[in-house]
């Protein structure tokens, strides 16, 4: 293509891109209401954006919480036989009312036994205290004997041992009185044959020897009686030394009684203490409610085997609830106890109540789970922990809160 032929193009491609006589004169066209509306409407957006900023300093929001309440389980303390049940599912009660009666005849019987036990050991108590009172007068009184006739056998041995001395000292005076008579009797005999004495002197004399010899005898028996007497005396003090001998035991004796006492007073209180079980035990079936609360879960029926393993029903009690609210760990920096709280309940249709922040859990939610997670094998993905916040909340008449129930908590963690 020549350079001619590209000037004509250039010049009727210009001549075509030349606004037109009428298109030059024409007023411009108005801008649209969309166009014009568009930066109010940004700066609006910006203005809610920085309201919600502001007015969300300071607060941390989570909508995974619900209501806690005590739940207690009610289980027999005996195991037994249903008879009653005085109560009904969702069944409101106070603390003290009787729930479930159990059969109470066994308990009955048990309580009689237990009774007639406690009567023989007081009676087996009376028995050796009795024993014990006895023992020690007798130890005394043996003490007392003993000793009085260790004293007197003493007194009797000595008396006898006068009386050997005596009897010895009598045998010399007849063998004495003897000799003089013999002697007598013989000067009397020689001088009979010269007829110097008469006879009747010398049968005198000669009835004299005879007594004198009979004196001796009666002499040496009384000596010999007495060396008996010692010997029997040496019998009864040694006699008298056995019973001292035993009756000094007495102390060990009424130890021994004592013991005795002890042990009965012993079985008393075992059998006090049973008693005492027993009559728990009779008391146990009757199964009363322990606090105020609504029954639920209810699971016992009459004639039905009731054991201390499986609970019967369960009180939830209403009038002491409060707010479990799981929040995210990093929402959780600036939070304290004490810090006001606003708690927002489903079930009341959006009213607002209002609490503080009693305490922050030890651990977050999954620590304590059945399977806590283990970070330390294969791959880790991070994952937002929670940690359960109690919240605890002010006085709300007329607003009853259930536990389970879903709440949005709102805390105010900086004033």
Known sequence: ?????????????????????????????????????????????????????????????????????????????????????????????????????LDPRDFDVRLKSARADLAAATAALHAAETTLSVTIKNADSSLVVARGGLAQAAAVRGTTRAAIEQARAEVVAAESRRALAQADFTRSESLLASGAVPQAEFDARKAAVEQAEAQVGQAQARLT????????????????????????????????ARAQVELAKARVDQAQAAVAQA?????????????????????VEVGQLASPERPLLALVALDDTWVVANFKEDQIAE???????????????????????????????????????????GNFTKVVQRVPVLIRLAPHPGSELRPGLSATVTVATRQ
């Open 1 to 101: 293509m020549t350079t001619t032929a590209i000037d004509e193009v250039l010049s009727s491609s210009a001549a075509a891109l030349a606004p037109t006589p009428s298109e030059q004169t024409a007023p411009p066209k108005k801008r649209s209401l969309a166009f014009r509306l568009l930066p109010l409407f940004t700066a609006a957006a910006l203005g809610v954006a920085t309201l919600g900023f502001v007015a969300g300093r300071g607060k941390q929001t989570t909508d995974d919480a619900q209501i806690e309440s005590h739940v207690a389980s009610v289980s027999p303390r005996v195991s037994g036989q249903v008879a009653r049940v005085l109560v009904q599912d969702n069944q409101r009660v106070q603390a003290g009312d009787v729930l479930v009666e």
């Open 225 to 256: 009686s007495a060396e008996a007497n010692v010997d029997n005396s040496s019998g009864t003090i040694e006699a008298a030394r056995g019973r001292l001998l035993a009756a000094q035991a007495g102390p060990e004796q009424v130890e021994a």
């Open 335 to 377: 939070m304290r106890v004490g810090e006001p709280a606003t708690v927002t309940v489903d079930s009341l249709g959006g009213k607002k109540l209002t609490g503080h922040v009693d305490s922050l859990a030890g651990g977050t939610g999954s620590r304590f789970s059945l399977l806590p997670p283990d970070n330390a094998s």
């Open 279 to 299: 009559e728990l035990n009779l008391g146990y079936t009757k199964i009363r409610a322990e606090l105020a609360g609504v029954v639920s879960r209810r699971s």
